[in-house]
Nanobody
Framework: QVQLVESGGGLVQAGGSLRRSCAGS????????MAWYRQAPGKQRELVAV???????NYSDSVKGRFTISGDGAENTVYLQMNSLKPEDTAVYYC??????????WGQGTQVTVSS
């Protein structure tokens, strides 16, 4: 059974930093495409950052230069380092793993709140 367990959310002041973690079981991050999504109240879920199985990263324009996605294959964990946080970064953040067409998984989601 595949599980993605997230940690590291919370409340932070604008300009601060948080690190999200996503630990996987029953799945190898080395052969998966990993990503972080977020969903703010009243908005659609949006892609924040992607880490491909060959360690290529991509970011949404809204977080580029502030957020960093990385992975630890030995620990089967993917991270999202979030710096220079803004109130508009407030959302529920989700870890996502894509193995192949039709096979993907979501973490439970964790609230990140940035106060002004």
């Amino acid at each position: 059974q595949v599980q993605l367990v997230e940690s590291g959310g919370g409340l932070v002041q604008a300009g601060g930093s948080l690190r999200r973690s996503c630990a996987g079981s029953g799945i190898s991050f080395r052969t998966s495409r990993m990503a972080w999504y977020r969903q703010a109240p009243g908005k659609q879920r949006e892609l924040v950052a992607v880490l491909s199985s060959v360690d290529t990263t991509n970011y949404s324009d809204s977080v580029k230069g502030r957020f960093t996605i990385s992975g630890d294959g030995a620990e089967n964990t993917v991270y999202l380092q979030m710096n220079s946080l803004k109130p508009e970064d407030t959302a529920v953040y989700y870890c996502y793993a894509w193995l192949r067409k039709g096979v993907d998984y979501w973490g439970q989601g964790t609230q990140v709140t940035v106060s002004s």
